[in-house]
């Protein structure tokens, strides 16, 4: 949505955009000014910032086949105490590839490919 706002806010204006978007201009102004002034993210921001190098290393000194739970018991070993749900939440920040068919399943739609669709012709998900 901000980038959105950012694209068309030359031809229209911010106030305009964001009354017909569900979203508050001070919003919008907020989000701007922590990607213009780095220091006004919050502290987990911050964190992720610092750990996604680290994050990259791991998972490219693995050849790139790491998932989430492989590259934090990694980070575990090599002294960098992580919690392993900032791993996974972040896998598209950090780089990593999606996990497929990870634990238990909770919903009855299957919406990402999983193990249980490989190879499945229909493009229905399937209902367990």
């Known amino acids: 949505m901000i980038g959105f706002i950012d694209d068309h806010r030359g031809a229209y204006g911010v106030e305009p955009i964001c009354k017909a978007l569900p979203i508050a201009p001070s919003t919008y102004h ?23 190098p680290q994050i990259e290393r791991v998972f490219g000194e693995n050849f790139e086949v790491y998932g989430a739970r492989k590259v934090w ?51 229905r998900p399937i209902r367990l």
């Open 73 to 123: 018991r990694q980070m575990l070993r090599e002294g960098f105490y992580v919690a392993h749900v900032v791993i996974h939440d972040k896998r598209p920040l950090f780089g990593l590839a999606p996990s497929y068919g990870c634990g238990a399943i909770s919903s009855s739609l299957l919406c990402d490919p999983c193990v249980f669709c490989v190879g499945y012709a229909d493009s």
């Open 30 to 52: 907020e989000h701007v000014a922590r990607r213009i002034d780095p220091g006004k993210q919050s502290a987990r921001a911050k964190r992720d910032l610092e750990l996604k």
